[in-house]
């Protein structure tokens, strides 16, 4: 605007050589939504609101330091080891029971003198009988090393119903008991051997497996993990405190609210919700043929509701797990199939918005300080007792004393505040001097540590952006605080998952001798897409389409002429030779690699400047991702 002149002498006029710039916009920004430690800080609540964290000690320090005290009951059963006392009884009960045969053999002698009638063999057979079951309550009685173990027990019951069988015997059944002894023993046997191959962890004879019975609340996990794996600025929206009376979460209403104001926040350019391989319903049964479609089909709703947001923003991607991607059935649907029959979002576009990455994956994010007897259900303390008075018991059966008073505290009154303090002591002592307590916590660390890989891999959507580009694939990269995946993928197997007929494509996580733990898949969930197969020419897309849109607004309301689509012109162009000079358009100049029209009959028409539209149309040449490399060998003819 010139200035007005009314008095004589020399004005000076400053004008713009340079017209607006688009200033790129943050590529690597992840919303994480769930439960956390703390609902309010400084006295003011977090419920709902996204706040923005640049750290893992500024998350710990907002939103609480202390890891979910996630609550296991642990049973325990014999190992097939300990029922060899069990063997013994059926070896002195099958050389009774040959003595007795023996006995009624020589009672029924015609040849004897005098002739021994058959009531005479009958009553040596059950003299016997008494005598092989008199052998066998006592075997039995030294067998009963836990009166408490369920397995055991059941060995037991059949081992009485073979007993009474010999008891009762005439002649012609007595080596029948025999058997039914024998085959009472080996099914034990059997039983017994599955549970050790089961078992989370055996010692002292006994194998234990450990059940969760509260909500294994999964932000603060994910929140380290996302850290660990070069996680930077995130934002995150609470929904609730811990409530550890739940046994799973079966409401996604919360969680669906959440989503709903994530609208209002436009920095966000990730979307991952850590909490959701936990709703389910725990009522589903297993031994349907539709477990896990009735398990986690609130699950399912909510990424599909997940990936419904993103689309419609179409400024971020959801980074999805796999519900119960940790073990698969031999036979029957897997968590892979069950996943793609359900998800299924509003508009089959909506898919590019996507990746999902399978397995799961063992890791190292929690560490032994952060497990103690708090994890453990108090209903369980008795067996705790019992491993450790076997653990601590000599030869002779005597307890040792010093340990026994430190076993006590289990046993006490756990309602009374020293009682705390007392644990506290006797859990600190365990874990440096009680193997089997050892393996205990280790058993729950291991649970707790078995994590859903999108945290992990919104760290590296992160690390790859700041190292190298958003327009680099983020596969082929390895996973840290990582120890292996829970299932193994081979190249056959993942065929299926790379390239399905549905086209919902699911990205591996694989083991590689030598190389570690690598993504090796970058696609979206469109999969069948050559516009939006790739994970990273989506969001170098998203990238490039918000920094001009942010960009443009500047020219909102200019004069719809030339001079004004110049200006815009110019400004998307230098933005684009500048991604173009970094790597992100592919080309062998800049003309090759994008191209931007805008103007009076090239992309609008008079009506639309009448209409009050400005038409720009950008094309840019994205690189993709060399997903198979072929190389070929051909022997030739020596030429020398």
Same mark, same amino acid.
């Not at 550890?244 to 969680?255: E, H, L, N, P, Q």
């Not at 990455?357 to 453990?376: A, G, K």
């Given at each position: 605007?010139?200035?007005?002149?009314?008095?004589?002498?020399?004005?000076?006029?400053?004008?713009?050589?340079?017209?607006?710039?688009?200033?790129?916009?943050?590529?690597?920004?992840?919303?994480?939504?769930?439960?956390?430690?703390?609902?309010?800080?400084?006295?003011?609540?977090?419920?709902?609101?996204?706040?923005?964290?640049?750290?893992?000690?500024?998350?710990?320090?907002?939103?609480?330091?202390?890891?979910?005290?996630?609550?296991?009951?642990?049973?325990?059963?014999?190992?097939?080891?300990?029922?060899?006392?069990?063997?013994?009884?059926?070896?002195?009960?099958?050389?009774?029971?040959?003595?007795?045969?023996?006995?009624?053999?020589?009672?029924?002698?015609?040849?004897?003198?005098?002739?021994?009638?058959? #009531?005479? $063999? %009958?009553?040596? =057979? &059950? *003299? /016997?009988?008494?005598?092989?079951?008199?052998? !066998?309550?006592?075997? @039995?009685? +030294?067998?009963?090393?836990?009166?408490?173990?369920?397995?055991?027990?059941?060995?037991?019951?059949?081992? #009485?119903? $073979? %007993?009474?069988? =010999? &008891? *009762? /015997?005439?002649?012609?059944?007595?080596?029948? !008991?025999?058997?039914? @002894?024998? +085959?009472?023993?080996?099914?034990?046997?059997?039983?017994?051997?599955?549970?050790?191959?089961?078992?989370?962890?055996?010692?002292?004879?006994? =194998?234990?497996?450990?059940?969760?019975?509260?909500?294994?609340?999964?932000?603060?996990?994910?929140?380290?993990?996302?850290?660990?794996?070069?996680?930077?600025?995130?934002?995150?929206?609470?929904?609730?405190?811990?409530?550890?009376?739940?046994? =799973?979460?079966?409401?996604?209403?919360?969680?669906?609210?959440?989503?709903?104001?994530?609208?209002?926040?436009?920095?966000?350019?990730?979307?991952?919700?850590?909490?959701?391989?936990?709703?389910?319903?725990?009522?589903?049964?297993?031994?349907?043929?539709?477990?896990?479609?009735?398990?986690?089909?609130?699950?399912?709703?909510?990424?599909?509701?997940?990936?419904?947001?993103?689309?419609?923003?179409?400024?971020?991607?959801?980074?999805?797990?796999?519900?119960?991607?940790?073990?698969?059935?031999?036979?029957?649907?897997?968590?892979?199939?069950?996943?793609?029959?359900?998800?299924?979002?509003?508009?089959?576009?909506?898919?590019?918005?996507?990746?999902?990455?399978?397995?799961?994956?063992?890791?190292?994010?929690?560490?032994?300080?952060?497990?103690?007897?708090?994890?453990?259900?108090?209903?369980?303390?008795?067996?705790?007792?019992?491993?450790?008075?076997?653990?601590?018991?000599?030869?002779?059966?005597?307890?040792?004393?010093?340990?026994?008073?430190?076993?006590?505290?289990?046993?006490?009154?756990?309602?009374?505040?020293?009682?705390?303090?007392?644990?506290?002591?006797?859990?600190?002592?365990?874990?440096?001097?009680?193997?089997?307590?050892?393996?205990?916590?280790?058993?729950?660390?291991?649970?707790?540590?078995?994590?859903?890989?999108?945290?992990?891999?919104?760290?590296?959507?992160?690390?790859?952006?700041?190292?190298?580009?958003?327009?680099?694939?983020?596969?082929?990269?390895?996973?840290?605080?990582?120890?292996?995946?829970?299932?193994?993928?081979?190249?056959?197997?993942?065929?299926?998952?790379?390239?399905?007929?549905?086209?919902?494509?699911?990205?591996?996580?694989?083991?590689?001798?030598?190389?570690?733990?690598?993504?090796?898949?970058?696609?979206?969930?469109?999969?069948?897409?050559?516009?939006?197969?790739?994970?990273?020419?989506?969001?170098?897309?998203?990238?490039?389409?918000?920094?001009?849109?942010?960009?443009?607004?500047?020219?909102?309301?200019?004069?719809?002429?030339?001079?004004?689509?110049?200006?815009?012109?110019?400004?998307?162009?230098?933005?684009?030779?500048?991604?173009?000079?970094?790597?992100?358009?592919?080309?062998?100049?800049?003309?090759?690699?994008?191209?931007?029209?805008?103007?009076?009959?090239?992309?609008?028409?008079?009506?639309?400047?009448?209409?009050?539209?400005?038409?720009?149309?950008?094309?840019?040449?994205?690189?993709?991702?060399?997903?198979?490399?072929?190389?070929?060998?051909?022997?030739?003819?020596?030429?020398?």
């Amino acid at each position: 605007m010139s200035t007005t002149m009314k008095t004589p002498g020399v004005y000076i006029q400053e004008l713009d050589a340079f017209g607006n710039a688009v200033v790129p916009v943050p590529t690597a920004v992840p919303a994480f939504i769930g439960y956390t430690a703390q609902t309010s800080f400084n006295g003011k609540s977090l419920l709902n609101k996204a706040v923005k964290v640049t750290s893992l000690a500024e998350f710990l320090m907002i939103f609480g330091p202390t890891a979910p005290q996630v609550q296991y009951k642990i049973t325990s059963a014999i190992l097939p080891e300990r029922i060899d006392n069990l063997q013994k009884v059926v070896d002195a009960t099958a050389k009774t029971l040959a003595t007795a045969n023996e006995a009624v053999t020589k009672a029924t002698d015609p040849k004897a003198t005098p002739p021994k009638t058959p #009531t005479q $063999a %009958q009553t040596d =057979a &059950a *003299a /016997a009988a008494k005598t092989a079951n008199d052998n !066998a309550t006592a075997a @039995l009685t +030294a067998a009963q090393a836990d009166p408490n173990i369920a397995a055991l027990l059941a060995a037991q019951a059949a081992l #009485t119903k $073979a %007993q009474e069988a =010999a &008891a *009762a /015997a005439t002649p012609p059944t007595l080596a029948d !008991a025999d058997g039914k @002894l024998a +085959a009472a023993v080996k099914a034990a046997q059997t039983t017994l051997d599955n549970i050790a191959l089961n078992a989370d962890f055996s010692t002292g004879g006994f =194998a234990y497996n450990i059940d969760t019975t509260t909500v294994n609340y999964r932000m603060y996990s994910s929140i380290k993990f996302f850290y660990e794996n070069g996680g930077g600025d995130c934002y995150i929206m609470s929904i609730g405190a811990y409530d550890y009376s739940k046994t =799973a979460i079966t409401d996604t209403t919360d969680f669906m609210n959440a989503i709903t104001l994530l609208k209002k926040e436009t920095e966000p350019t990730m979307l991952v919700i850590p909490d959701l391989v936990e709703i389910m319903d725990p009522t589903a049964d297993p031994s349907s043929a539709t477990y896990l479609q009735d398990k986690y089909a609130n699950a399912y709703s909510l990424q599909n509701e997940m990936i419904n947001h993103c689309g419609e923003m179409m400024n971020r991607v959801a980074i999805l797990d796999i519900p119960g991607g940790y073990s698969e059935p031999l036979v029957g649907t897997t968590s892979v199939q069950q996943f793609r029959n359900s998800v299924e979002p509003l508009d089959p576009k909506f898919n590019s918005y996507a990746a999902v990455y399978y397995p799961w994956l063992h890791t190292t994010v929690y560490q032994t300080s952060e497990i103690s007897y708090q994890n453990i259900n108090k209903a369980s303390y008795g067996v705790v007792t019992s491993m450790l008075n076997v653990e601590f018991t000599d030869k002779n059966g005597v307890l040792n004393a010093d340990m026994s008073k430190i076993i006590s505290a289990f046993t006490s009154d756990p309602k009374t505040t020293p009682q705390q303090t007392t644990l506290d002591k006797a859990d600190l002592i365990l874990q440096n001097l009680s193997k089997s307590y050892q393996l205990l916590t280790g058993a729950i660390m291991s649970n707790m540590n078995l994590m859903a890989p999108s945290a992990g891999m919104a760290g590296i959507y992160t690390s790859v952006d700041n190292n190298e580009g958003v327009w680099i694939a983020p596969a082929n990269v390895g996973i840290q605080s990582t120890i292996m995946p829970a299932i193994k993928i081979d190249h056959a197997a993942q065929e299926d998952l790379n390239v399905p007929i549905s086209g919902k494509s699911v990205c591996a996580i694989r083991a590689f001798t030598g190389r570690g733990n690598l993504v090796w898949g970058a696609r979206t969930l469109d999969g069948n897409s050559n516009d939006w197969r790739y994970v990273n020419v989506r969001r170098t897309l998203i990238y490039i389409e918000q920094s001009v849109q942010d960009a443009a607004k500047a020219y909102v309301f200019a004069p719809n002429d030339a001079g004004t689509w110049v200006n815009v012109k110019s400004m998307i162009d230098s933005f684009l030779t500048g991604l173009w000079k970094q790597g992100g358009l592919v080309g062998p100049k800049p003309a090759d690699a994008f191209s931007v029209s805008v103007g009076l009959g090239s992309t609008m028409t008079g009506e639309d400047i009448l209409m009050g539209i400005m038409r720009v149309a950008v094309k840019v040449a994205v690189s993709h991702p060399a997903e198979f490399i072929e190389i070929t060998f051909q022997q030739e003819m020596q030429k020398g």
